[in-house]
Every structure is written in structure tokens, then in C-alpha cells.
């Protein structure tokens, strides 16, 4: 049996896969079992940030490895303290404390939790969110998630959310209840098609959260750890903003599975001893390899790399003036590039996004969809200036040969 095959009799069917088997990756690149090399633009959907292999986080992964691998939260564990302090003193820069996940649903609903308690005594619950929102997949997270097609069939869901439009300032303060706790939003969101938030509504959130006495809630799940062009997504958008907590995955294991959040000092005791907890959370393996990857994210400047990228692909793509192209949204190396369907032919019954993406694949890169009118790049944050060419002439050579 081919490996499509066995995936299709033994794992069960929640994805839509593309017809490929990713067998080896190095840098920018992946292989297929045939050998064929393809340029990842999709970097495990923004979590590889150092590309494939990078000797900083396979050497940190093989040192932990053979000097231990996981005990439990029963006792302290080195690399997850020196982890913690690296995120609290590097990162976010502000007194504050961590809790360690292994995936962003779970950091997400890590953050419900601490809005759960911060309103406990005057009676609050509610936490609002965003339209196109993608918080993840636990129950939890995905209640908070405004989007219908990920709710469908699952009723009854947390309750305790309120579904509102992004950056509308306005529509937020009208809907202000006595029960009203928290705002959770992403800085740029991306799942939902690549919206980022305006600085205007970022500080008028935080504005309003000190007025009102409600939390700030971050899923910096995707636009984290460099990816926007800083170290923290909200960093490129409002810089200065003080969030109440934190919430991350994907690239802060650059592959390795981790997630977290952080919570500021002033919050950090709602959740004391018996109140959280993970088996996995906080591996001293995990620890390792996340703490490679950000001390490189750091050291070598990604976050600046990741800037200049998106000047380069901004520049090209407005260079080509292209009838199916209507924007390019998102910041550093979280890209969308919106499309117009009306100068696209797309054969019937397809999603515009993901054949294209498929037609990609094809021609040797790869990329994600984000909603069907738009597909994403999400390249290493240490991409080339080389690669990006590479990846952007495919890409133009594939709108091209679909223009109607
Ligand atoms: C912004 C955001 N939050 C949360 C998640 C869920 O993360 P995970 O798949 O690690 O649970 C994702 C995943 O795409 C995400 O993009």
C-alpha cells in the first residue's frame, strides 16, 4: 500500500490532503517519495520558522534526547524554567508568568479558563470574539472560533461567547453586557483569510479593557514569534500595546509540538496549584527544542528578515499589476494575496484557492488556502531573497495561465 492509501484505510478522514507524501525536508525545501523537491511556502501551516532541519534545533532536540526526555510538572524541569524566563524577559518584555500546552486549541482554552476566573466573582463569562476568527479545535477553542462551518453539527458549544465584526470600535462598546469579561482576537487573523486588525482598534480594545475592567486576550498562535516582522504580532500593529495574556503554538517549536500562554504578573494568580494542568506541557524535549528556535529566531534577526521579505513580495506583486490579484494583505511572512474571481477560469464545482494551490503543487511550491479567495505564503522566516523569486514566479505563471 502507497502511504495515500493506508492514510485513507487507517486515519480518520478530517483532512483535505492534497495528493502528496512529504517524505524529507531541508531549509526551504521538501521531498516527495519519488524525490521530487518542492519549495515550502506553507512551513506546516506557519510552524517550521527555521525551515526543515535547521542544526540549532535538531542538535537542541538530540542533546535533550539523551539526557531526558519527560517527567512530570510534579517536579521542576530546566529547560521549562529557562523556556519561561527566555519568553518573559526576550519576548513579551513585561513581568508575567507562562503556562506550557502542547498545541494552540489548548493554549486558547487555557485562556478561556483565566477569563472563567477573572470574572468568577462579579458574575462575568463572556468573552468576545471576532468574525473569521480561528481559534482551534477543542471545544472550548472552537466556540470561541466565529466561524459557522467550524461549529457545524457540535451544538450545543461553550456558551459564554459573543461573535462581533472586527475593527469596529463602535459595534464592541454597543455590545458591552454586565456579563462581559474578555476580548480574544488574533492581531492578524489567519485561518479566516488573512484580516489583520488596525492599530486604531487594537488600542481601543486595550483602552476599553482598562475602563471596563476586562481582559485582553492574544491568540498570537500564528502571527507569533516573528512571523508579522516582530517578535510579537501585536508588536507590528500597535507597538506598546500591554496585553492581559497570551496565547501561542505553531512557530515557537519551529515543527517540535508546543504551545503556551503567557499571563501578566497582576492576573497570573487566578490560576494557582490544582487549577490547570498538562501531562505533556512543559517536556523538557519540547522545552529544548522551543528554546533553540527562538534564541535563532533572535540571534539571527528573523523578524527583520521576515520584513524585508514582504517589501520584496509587496514590491513584486505591484509590479505585475495583475488583473487577478486584488490585494495583498497580512504582515512579514504571513502573506494572503486575494483573489478576484471574476478574472479567474476555474473549472466548475472547484474551490478557487485550492485549485490554484494544487496547480501549484504541481509546478513544485507549496502553499495554503485561507478561505476560497485566497491563498497564503507562509515561507521559513529565514526564506531567501532567491527563494521568494522562485516561489512568486511560480505563482504569477499560475494566475496567468487561469485568467479567463
Ligand atoms: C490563530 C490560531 N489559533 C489557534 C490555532 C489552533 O492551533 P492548534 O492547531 O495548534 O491547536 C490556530 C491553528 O491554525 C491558529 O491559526
Given at each position: 500500500m502507497t502511504t495515500i492509501e493506508k492514510t485513507q484505510q487507517y486515519v480518520l478522514n478530517t483532512y483535505g490532503?492534497?495528493?502528496?507524501?512529504?517524505?524529507?525536508?531541508?531549509?526551504?525545501?521538501?521531498?516527495?517519495?519519488?524525490?521530487?523537491?518542492?519549495?515550502?511556502?506553507?512551513?506546516?501551516?506557519?510552524?517550521?520558522?527555521?525551515?526543515?532541519?535547521?542544526?540549532?534545533?535538531?542538535?537542541?532536540?538530540?542533546?535533550?534526547?539523551?539526557?531526558?526526555?519527560?517527567?512530570?510538572?510534579?517536579?521542576?524541569?530546566?529547560p521549562q524554567a529557562d523556556l519561561a524566563e527566555l519568553i518573559v524577559e526576550k519576548v513579551v518584555k513585561q513581568p508575567g508568568k507562562i503556562f506550557f500546552s502542547n498545541s494552540g486549541a489548548e493554549a486558547n482554552d487555557g485562556l478561556i479558563k483565566l477569563a472563567r476566573r477573572f470574572g468568577l466573582e462579579s458574575g462575568r463569562y463572556e468573552v468576545i470574539t471576532f468574525n473569521k476568527?480561528?481559534?482551534?479545535?477543542?471545544?472550548?477553542?472552537?466556540?470561541?472560533?466565529?466561524?459557522?462551518?467550524?461549529?457545524e453539527g457540535f451544538d450545543p458549544l461553550l456558551p459564554g461567547f459573543r461573535y462581533l465584526e472586527p475593527n469596529n470600535l463602535d459595534a464592541v462598546k454597543a455590545a458591552l453586557t454586565d456579563k462581559?469579561?474578555?476580548?480574544?482576537?488574533?492581531?492578524?487573523?489567519?485561518?479566516?483569510?488573512?484580516?489583520?486588525?488596525?492599530?486604531?482598534?487594537?488600542?481601543?480594545?486595550?483602552?476599553?479593557?482598562?475602563?471596563k475592567n476586562l481582559l485582553l486576550l492574544l491568540d498570537e498562535v500564528q502571527c507569533g514569534f516573528g512571523r508579522s516582522g516582530d517578535l510579537n504580532g501585536y508588536d507590528t500593529i500597535a507597538p506598546g500595546l500591554v496585553p492581559d495574556a497570551i496565547s501561542w503554538a505553531k512557530g515557537m517549536g519551529g515543527g517540535f509540538p508546543i504551545g503556551a500562554f503567557?499571563?501578566?504578573?497582576?492576573?497570573?494568580?487566578?490560576?494557582?496549584?490544582?487549577?490547570?494542568?498538562?501531562?505533556?506541557?512543559?517536556?523538557?524535549?519540547?522545552?529544548a527544542a522551543s528554546k533553540a528556535v527562538i534564541e535563532t529566531i533572535i540571534s539571527e534577526d528573523l523578524p527583520g528578515n521576515a520584513k524585508a521579505r514582504e517589501v520584496q513580495i509587496r514590491e513584486t506583486i505591484a509590479r505585475w499589476n495583475h488583473p487577478a490579484i486584488t490585494e495583498v494583505r497580512?504582515?512579514?511572512l504571513l502573506i494572503g494575496i486575494g483573489l478576484k474571481?471574476?478574472?479567474?477560469?476555474?473549472?466548475?464545482?472547484?474551490?478557487?484557492?485550492?485549485?490554484?494551490?494544487?496547480?501549484?503543487?504541481?509546478?513544485?511550491?507549496?502553499?495554503?488556502?485561507?478561505?476560497?479567495?485566497?491563498?497564503?505564503?507562509?515561507?521559513?522566516l529565514n526564506v531567501t531573497n532567491q527563494e521568494i523569486d522562485q516561489a512568486l514566479k511560480l505563482v504569477r505563471e499560475a494566475l496567468d495561465t487561469h485568467l479567463a
Amino acid at each position: 500500500m502507497t502511504t495515500i492509501e493506508k492514510t485513507q484505510q487507517y486515519v480518520l478522514n478530517t483532512y483535505g490532503r492534497f495528493p502528496l507524501t512529504v517524505v524529507r525536508g531541508e531549509g526551504t525545501r521538501v521531498w516527495d517519495e519519488g524525490d521530487r523537491g518542492y519549495l515550502d511556502f506553507c512551513s506546516g501551516i506557519a510552524t517550521c520558522s527555521l525551515g526543515h532541519c535547521h542544526p540549532a534545533l535538531t542538535t537542541a532536540i538530540s542533546k535533550q534526547a539523551g539526557t531526558l526526555m519527560h517527567c512530570s510538572n510534579l517536579y521542576h524541569i530546566e529547560p521549562q524554567a529557562d523556556l519561561a524566563e527566555l519568553i518573559v524577559e526576550k519576548v513579551v518584555k513585561q513581568p508575567g508568568k507562562i503556562f506550557f500546552s502542547n498545541s494552540g486549541a489548548e493554549a486558547n482554552d487555557g485562556l478561556i479558563k483565566l477569563a472563567r476566573r477573572f470574572g468568577l466573582e462579579s458574575g462575568r463569562y463572556e468573552v468576545i470574539t471576532f468574525n473569521k476568527s480561528f481559534h482551534g479545535r477543542t471545544i472550548g477553542a472552537m466556540s470561541a472560533t466565529a466561524q459557522p462551518k467550524i461549529h457545524e453539527g457540535f451544538d450545543p458549544l461553550l456558551p459564554g461567547f459573543r461573535y462581533l465584526e472586527p475593527n469596529n470600535l463602535d459595534a464592541v462598546k454597543a455590545a458591552l453586557t454586565d456579563k462581559t469579561v474578555a476580548f480574544l482576537l488574533e492581531p492578524i487573523q489567519g485561518e479566516g483569510g488573512v484580516h489583520a486588525m488596525t492599530r486604531e482598534f487594537l488600542e481601543g480594545l486595550s483602552t476599553l479593557a482598562g475602563e471596563k475592567n476586562l481582559l485582553l486576550l492574544l491568540d498570537e498562535v500564528q502571527c507569533g514569534f516573528g512571523r508579522s516582522g516582530d517578535l510579537n504580532g501585536y508588536d507590528t500593529i500597535a507597538p506598546g500595546l500591554v496585553p492581559d495574556a497570551i496565547s501561542w503554538a505553531k512557530g515557537m517549536g519551529g515543527g517540535f509540538p508546543i504551545g503556551a500562554f503567557w499571563v501578566a504578573e497582576k492576573h497570573a494568580a487566578l490560576l494557582g496549584p490544582g487549577s490547570h494542568g498538562s501531562t505533556y506541557g512543559g517536556n523538557a524535549l519540547a522545552c529544548a527544542a522551543s528554546k533553540a528556535v527562538i534564541e535563532t529566531i533572535i540571534s539571527e534577526d528573523l523578524p527583520g528578515n521576515a520584513k524585508a521579505r514582504e517589501v520584496q513580495i509587496r514590491e513584486t506583486i505591484a509590479r505585475w499589476n495583475h488583473p487577478a490579484i486584488t490585494e495583498v494583505r497580512g504582515h512579514g511572512l504571513l502573506i494572503g494575496i486575494g483573489l478576484k474571481l471574476e478574472a479567474l477560469k476555474i473549472p466548475e464545482g472547484k474551490i478557487p484557492s485550492i485549485h490554484l494551490c494544487s496547480e501549484l503543487l504541481e509546478k513544485g511550491l507549496l502553499v495554503p488556502p485561507a478561505g476560497p479567495d485566497t491563498v497564503r505564503l507562509l515561507p521559513p522566516l529565514n526564506v531567501t531573497n532567491q527563494e521568494i523569486d522562485q516561489a512568486l514566479k511560480l505563482v504569477r505563471e499560475a494566475l496567468d495561465t487561469h485568467l479567463a
